[in-house]
């Protein structure tokens, strides 16, 4: 809480779950790790993301491995690229979007959401029949 009692506004950032795919897809029955790319911009310096701050999913999954700056989107500003065990996000099938929040060196917070599909998932339990 800021000065009279009152929440600070969050920075609305774009991050992007699974950059350099088309599609977002994630099977939340498999092992891994997850990667999200926090996007820079001109009002966000992805570079000072505090990593030990930074939560994903509804499991609030915390950072297993970061440090990778790049500019994922090709515009110009760096970001910054972190990696989640898959399970501990606590991404359900049918989720159609997963968040991230966290704060930067500096004080600031963030949070940002994208949209994904979950796939390798039953339904009735009976697998979804591949297309083609």
Known sequence: AGEAGKCKDDTFIEIDIRPFRKV????????????????GSSGFDATQVDSSTVRFGPGNASVVFDGHVVDVNRDGY?????FFGKKATGIRCGATTASLSGMTFTGRSFE?????RT???????KKRPKNG
């Open 24 to 39: 977002n897809t994630i099977n939340p029955k498999t092992p891994g790790r997850l990667l999200v790319a926090v996007l």
């Open 78 to 82: 760096r970001d910054m690229l972190l």
């Open 112 to 116: 940002g959401s994208d949209a994904i």
């Open 119 to 125: 796939v390798g998932c039953k339904k009735n339990g």
